[in-house]
């Protein structure tokens, strides 16, 4: 199985077959978006041979329907510019704080976009 709960963490032993679960992936995204996109690239641990992981495939999934939520909803586009201001304000010299602070308004905001795929 590839992947896991939303909010839970659970590390596994390296499986081989997560670069097959990476090659089927960029298929079906190439089936859809055609010439319009250049490349695809496996990140994250999963893409690190013997490397133990959370079983999720990370192929900028999340960073894009995140960046279609906000596309999509104007209003919350702009909520997150608000906190983004504010935090670059109080944290302009730590940026794993200002990071870190927009952790809770980004999950709430991909919980909600990846609830539409």
């Given at each position: 199985m590839v992947g896991l709960e939303r909010g839970t963490v659970e590390i596994r032993s390296y499986r081989p077959e997560w670069g097959?679960?990476?090659e089927a992936e960029v298929e079906r995204l190439q089936s859809v978006a055609g010439e319009r996109l250049l490349d695809f690239e496996?990140?994250?641990?999963?893409a690190v041979e013997?490397?133990?992981?959370?079983?999720?495939i990370d192929l900028y999934r999340e960073?894009?329907?995140?960046?279609?939520?906000?596309?999509?909803?104007?209003?919350?586009?702009?909520?997150y510019?608000?906190?983004?201001?504010?935090?670059?304000d109080g944290h302009?010299?730590?940026?794993?704080?200002?990071t870190a602070k927009?952790?809770?308004?980004?999950?709430?905001?991909l919980a909600d976009a990846l609830d539409r795929e």
């Amino acid at each position: 199985m590839v992947g896991l709960e939303r909010g839970t963490v659970e590390i596994r032993s390296y499986r081989p077959e997560w670069g097959r679960h990476y090659e089927a992936e960029v298929e079906r995204l190439q089936s859809v978006a055609g010439e319009r996109l250049l490349d695809f690239e496996h990140i994250g641990s999963t893409a690190v041979e013997g490397l133990a992981a959370k079983p999720v495939i990370d192929l900028y999934r999340e960073k894009l329907a995140f960046r279609d939520y906000l596309r999509d909803h104007p209003e919350v586009a702009a909520e997150y510019e608000e906190l983004k201001r504010e935090l670059a304000d109080g944290h302009a010299d730590d940026r794993d704080a200002y990071t870190a602070k927009k952790g809770e308004f980004v999950e709430r905001v991909l919980a909600d976009a990846l609830d539409r795929e």
